[in-house]
């Protein structure tokens, strides 16, 4: 009785071990993912760096399906910090695409200075995924800059004073001028034919203005003028910090000013700024500006 228990059991074990050998290969779960890489290269950034908030990377994006699941790819997200910048859908077997980022974008979340990552994702049709990512520094770009928002200027005989200094952030009336001349870069004024106008300390026809007594000063800063495309909206998004363009401007004065225009100069000290203008009023040579310089 014992012997043909124990045979039973046996054919029982090889016939389950036969059983589950036959399984077909087909049955099998083959878990493959899509691949993801950044392109190399000296054009490409790839790996970890450090950047300025006015600076720009190319990123190239290199993705296929896995060859044995052969799943097309179907999406592809880009991210800078929590900054989705492409969130693109397709079929595909394969991926390739270039992207340059611009730090200097204010439109994007991503220009605050500090630490953040660059994740890039593909997935394929069955939501099987791969990323690359790598770290990012930033750093703050461009010079530091002061912000005068509360600025009047008017005649020789106005209270607010018609001489500007920019390192002093202050404005001057004729005597107090006259004394701190190697401050003056500018110089406020509405003539016949100048109308609304800035004027530097050398300028010729502000020399002819007897009341502002230029005449017997000994230092007058060559201040210089150009006009810009820049609108208020603009102005009144100069942060802290702030790249100025090249400056080109030779002018001694610029005139003929209006309600939102703003001018660029540069003092005879090498600093570089804008001046806005807030409010030219009808009544009285008065003008509320803004004046933007770097420290």
């Keep these: ?122 997935t394929d049709e069955d939501g099987r995924s791969d990323e690359v990512s790598f770290n990012i520094i930033i750093e703050e770009g461009g010079v530091k800059v002061m912000k005068n928002d509360d600025v009047f200027m008017g005649s020789f005989n106005d209270p607010a004073g018609s001489f500007y200094s920019t390192t002093e ?31 530097a300390p050398d300028d010729e026809d502000v020399n002819t203005i007897s009341d502002f007594e230029l005449n017997d000063w000994t230092t007058k800063n060559q201040t210089r003028f150009q006009s810009t495309t820049l609108t208020a909206a603009d102005f009144d998004a100069i942060g802290e910090f702030y790249i100025f363009p090249e400056f080109t401007g030779e002018l001694t004065r610029i005139n003929e000013l209006s309600n939102g225009d703003v001018v660029y100069f540069k003092t005879e000290a090498g600093k570089h700024g804008y001046i806005k203008i807030v409010d030219l009023y009808n009544r009285g040579d008065v003008a509320q500006v803004e004046v933007i310089v770097e420290e």
């Design 1 to 122: 009785m014992r012997k043909i228990n124990l045979l039973l059991l046996l054919s029982l074990l090889i016939g389950a071990t036969v059983l589950s050998g036959c399984k077909k290969d087909d049955d099998e779960p083959i878990v493959g993912f899509p691949s993801i890489d950044f392109k190399g290269g000296e054009t490409y950034t790839f790996e970890d760096v450090t950047v300025t908030t006015n600076d720009q990377i190319l990123v190239g994006i290199l993705a296929a399906m896995h060859p044995e699941t052969q799943k097309p790819l179907t999406q592809f997200t880009l991210k800078v910090g929590t900054a989705n910048l492409v969130d693109s859908t397709f079929s595909a077997n394969t991926f390739d695409a270039d992207y340059t980022i611009n730090f200097a974008d204010y439109t994007i979340n991503f220009t605050e200075v500090g630490n953040t990552t660059l994740t890039a994702r593909i």
């Design 169 to 199: 952030e202050a404005v001057y009336r004729v005597p107090e001028a006259k004394e701190n001349q190697e401050k003056i870069d500018f110089i406020f004024f509405r003539g016949v034919t100048n109308i609304n106008a800035f004027a």
